[in-house]
Structure formats: structure tokens, C-alpha cells
């Protein structure tokens, strides 16, 4: 079992930046691929960045590729999201998760894009772009 905890969010102008962190409670937080999703009023939740359990490999929606950098530090048991150059369409609620290793053929066959490969969701974190 994984307890995951997000933070970080808040209201920020267009253009500004926000680094969200998740951390984890429970099993080796190093035996997780990691992701981030989010989830804007009225959509469905979609994909964001993903991160694999050594933190080698990570994916990108092309929505947020350039703006955003996922990252983990396994000691801290965290992974974090620095999002620059923020835009009024990236406003939503961000969840990160978490997906088991022994999972890693179909995340990686995904590039961690997919939500139901993930085991383990926190609560979510509101972020909110004013133009």
C-alpha cells in the first residue's frame, strides 16, 4: 500500500510558475513508476508527465513538453512537478500516482500515459492560471 500526499498548488498569472510535490507513505516509494494527471471541470482526467521508478525515463504530454519537468528524489520519497510558463488552460485539480514496478511493461508500452496502469492516487491539488 502507497498513501500519496500532494502540494504545491494555488493561483498563479499566466506565465508564472508552480512546482507541485507528491510524496508517498507506505511501501519502498523506489519500486513505483510515478505519474502526474489532472483533471479540469466538465473533462475527463488526462495525462500529464510520468516518471520511471530510477528516474531515467520520463514522458510528456505534448500539451505541456518544454513547459513542464517531472522529477523524483527516492530518499525524500517525493516526486515533483515544476510547471513554467504557465497557461489559463492548464488550470485543473493535479493528481500524481503511482504504479507498481512489476506493472513496468505496460507502462512502459504506454509511456505511462495510461490511468488504469496506475494502482494509487492522492487527493489532488487545485491549480488555477488567471489570465
Known amino acids: 500500500q502507497v498513501q500519496l500526499v500532494e502540494s504545491g498548488g494555488g493561483l498563479v498569472q499566466a506565465g508564472g510558475s508552480l512546482r507541485l510535490s507528491c510524496v508517498a507513505s507506505?511501501?519502498?516509494?523506489?519500486?513505483?513508476?510515478m505519474g502526474w494527471f489532472r483533471q479540469a471541470p466538465g473533462k475527463e482526467r488526462e495525462f500529464v508527465a510520468a516518471?520511471?521508478?530510477?528516474?531515467?525515463?520520463?514522458y510528456y504530454a505534448d500539451s505541456v513538453k518544454g513547459r513542464f519537468t517531472i522529477s523524483r528524489d527516492n530518499a525524500k520519497s517525493t516526486v515533483y512537478l515544476q510547471m513554467n510558463n504557465l497557461k489559463p488552460e492548464d488550470t485543473a485539480v493535479y493528481y500524481c500516482?503511482?504504479?507498481?514496478?512489476?506493472?513496468?511493461?505496460?507502462?512502459?508500452?504506454?509511456?505511462?500515459?495510461?490511468?488504469?496502469?496506475?494502482?494509487?492516487w492522492g487527493q489532488g491539488t487545485q491549480v488555477t492560471v488567471s489570465s
Open positions: 516518471i520511471s521508478w530510477s528516474g531515467g525515463t520520463t
Open positions: 500516482a503511482a504504479d507498481d514496478y512489476l506493472n513496468g511493461s505496460s507502462w512502459i508500452k504506454n509511456g505511462g500515459a495510461e490511468k488504469n496502469d496506475y494502482d494509487y
Open positions: 507506505g511501501r519502498a516509494f523506489s519500486l513505483y513508476f
